[in-house]
């Protein structure tokens, strides 16, 4: 039986269940048990049936189509910056199959990249500093090593084009202002996460319930604590299942910065998440259902969003025993 408490306004409400893997944290799996039976019920053709106006799922029935329609993205953006209106993409690691693609469209195209932009999403951080780029893990290094610094030189765009976020964010957050964004990439974590804005810890005043949606939404780039299960998929997804190298914390754009880009594009392999997670954020945001808990789903009230998916890569939420 939830406890019943008494919120400020006197209102009566439930307390939200603790979380099934981290009862310090807030997550998915203190949603209502009817939202989450709904998402894992969805077929494929129920997911991909999922569009509505703002919000466009789309469909790919081969990896190299996927990755090139994700790599066509940083054409399309780079395409439209102008001397007097320079512009870019935001761009995610994870994933990272993109990113040659993106090299070699631009070499073979003759795209001179001068006026263009690019945003990092995120970078890990150590002894409260973003880490330097001979670290292992560094997202900065590579963006360079698998896409920019395969560009031939007379084309790339200037370094200072180049946005990496720091723990020293100001320069970073002001640059969504100075440029125009016109699409964000990302991936979506086992936490439900974009970048890494995780869900928060349960912690006053939001022990009953999650901090308000608008109340996240106004959090931009900034040093950030990771949920226990961000810091167990980077680990298998990029370490072999090393918990002890991946970080605790990392600096990530925020909310704020993107709701200053044009379009949010999520690409869902299958790899960074599960199939009930494709589903839930998927539902959630087709419903407009926004909840801190689960910040994918804060995308809800952005007016321009695309689902991107990996038809083979969906799978189902049976039971399947290995």
Known sequence: MPRIVLDSNTRMFAMRPLSLVAPDWWDYTTLDPE?????????PDDLFGLSRDGFT???????????????????????EATPERPAGICGPIGPTEQLPLVARLVNELDIDLRHAHFWGMDEWVLDGKEVPPDFSLSFARTDRELCFDRIRPELRMPEENLHFPSV???DFSRSFEQ???????GGQGEVK???FNDPPRREPPYMD????????????????????MTIIQNA??????????????????????TWQAEKVSIWHAGCHDNPFGLRLTTLMISERIADTAVPMSLLADHPCVQFNFYRHGVGTCDVEMH
Do not use: K, N
């Open 35 to 43: 939202l989450l039976d709904r998402a894992a019920r969805l077929t």
């Open 57 to 79: 799922v789309r469909v790919y029935d081969t990896l190299e189509d996927f990755y090139l329609a994700e790599a066509l993205e940083y054409i399309s953006s780079w395409r």
């Open 168 to 170: 020293d964010s100001d």
């Open 179 to 185: 440029f125009r964004c016109v699409i964000m990439q």
């Open 193 to 195: 996460h974009w970048a």
């Open 209 to 228: 319930q999650p901090p308000p949606p608008e109340q996240y939404r106004q959090l931009g780039t900034r040093l950030v604590e990771l949920h226990p």
């Open 236 to 257: 298998r997804t990029s370490g072999g299942g090393v918990v002890s190298q991946v970080p605790s914390h990392a600096v990530t754009v925020g909310p704020r910065e």
